[in-house]
Each structure stands twice: as C-alpha cells, then as structure tokens.
C-alpha cells in the first residue's frame, strides 16, 4: 500500500517561495505506470490541479501557475518537489501531493496547509 | 467558478438513495474523458470512490455507482448511511485546462 506524505513550511510571507515535498512510501517514484501530482484546496473550497512531474523529470503544469512553477523529482530519495515562486495571500491552501494513474488519482497524501500573510 | 458542475449540496435520510450530478462540456466529459469521483471526509483528504465512469477500487462499498452519459455523469449512493456525510468532488480531463474536478457537493444524512 503506498503512502505519501507532504512535508515543508506551513507559513510563508508574500513573495517568498513556496517549498513542498511529498516522499513515497510502499511504493517507487521511478513506476513507469504513475505520474507524481500535487493539487490544492484553498479554504472551504474545491481543489484545483497543480502539476505532475514523471520519474524522468518531464512536467506539465497548470497554465495559471506554470510562470511560477517548479517541480522536481529526487529519485534516490524517493520524493518529489513543489516550488511555487512570488506566494501571495491567494496561495493559501492545503496542498497534497497525489499518485495519478490514467487519468485519476488513486493515493493521495494527508495535505499540508500553507498560509501565507501579507 | 469550476469546469465541472455540480449541486452544492445534496441530503437524504438513513436508507435512502441520492445521486449526484457532475455536467461538462464538449471540451471534457463530452469529448469521452472518463469521469472519476472522490469523496472528502471532514478534515481528510480526497479518497478514490469511483474511476473510469463506473469503477470502483478495492474496499468500496457496492452502494456507490458511477455512471456518464453525453456530457454529465452522476454518482448515486443508495442505502444512505451516517458515515457517507461528506464532501464529493468528481473529476475529469479537460482538452484546454487539463486535469479539472468540479465545485464539490456536500452531503448531509438527515
């Protein structure tokens, strides 16, 4: 059974830079069969994709977010990264990170909230 | 405002059934895109309930079905227990904006 599990800073001034990892468990960044997503939830709201990065380090992000985006993937250590640049208030969210396959999400980590003030 | 529709809210009591609709467009469900559906407990993440329009993953209970039809699709839930109280959001692939889920419906058992 794979497990995620998001890890970094939970709280972020405006304009720094948003840093995240997700490590895998119970499973291997390197499956050619999963595509390492996150996506994010701002408060009582509906959640919103992100990106996904391969184990061969190719990416495909959000249109929305793709000027502030980076993701990267640290195959010997089993995790992958976030990194959403120039935070704003409006980036407050929980973000998960999520294991795609096809075309759905089937493992999902716990959520880490970030709130970012002004 | 999100890509794909649903109510904000449906209920019903112990027992019974409800379905929940999830409708999109000619850029997404109605290109062919398979339909998937997650549900929220309160302070959890998303859990897989349903993939590919009808599928459901081990240890989901057969009370919950998926089903699509032209642009839409609709997730039912039948002997309605106080344990479905919950967030659920479908999801879909959209031609123009990827990956996209809809506005999310929370259910209420009376």
């Known amino acids: 059974q794979v497990r995620l599990q998001e890890s970094g800073p939970g709280r972020l001034k405006a304009s720094q830079t948003l840093s995240l990892t997700c490590t895998v468990s119970?499973?291997?960044?390197?499956?050619?069969?999963?595509?390492w997503s996150w996506i994010r939830q701002h408060p009582g709201k509906g959640l919103e994709w992100i990106g996904y990065i391969y184990h061969s380090g190719t990416t495909y992000y959000n249109p929305s977010l793709e000027s502030r985006l980076t993701m990267s993937v640290d195959t010997s250590k089993n995790q992958f990264s976030l990194y959403l640049r120039s935070v704003t208030a409006a980036d407050t969210a929980v973000y998960y990170c999520?294991?795609?396959?096809?075309?759905?999400?089937?493992?999902w980590g716990q959520g880490k909230l970030v709130f970012v003030s002004s | 405002q999100s890509v794909l529709t649903q109510p904000p809210s449906v209920s019903g009591a112990p027992g019974q059934r409800v379905t929940i609709s999830c409708t999109g467009s000619s850029s997404n469900i109605g290109t062919g895109y398979d339909v998937n559906w997650y549900q929220q407990l309160p302070g959890t993440a998303p859990k897989l309930l349903i993939y590919?329009?009808?599928k459901r993953p081990s240890g989901v209970p057969d009370r919950f079905s998926g089903s699509k039809s032209g642009t839409s699709a609709s997730l039912a839930i039948t002997g309605l227990q106080a344990e479905d109280e919950a967030d659920y959001y479908c999801?879909?692939?959209?031609?123009?904006?990827?990956?996209?889920f809809g506005g999310g419906t929370k259910l209420t058992v009376l």
């Open positions: 999520a294991r795609r396959f096809d075309n759905w999400f089937d493992s």
């Open positions: 119970g499973g291997s960044v390197t499956s050619s069969l999963y595509y």
């Open positions: 590919a329009n009808r």
């Open positions: 999801q879909s692939y959209d031609n123009t904006l990827s990956w996209v």
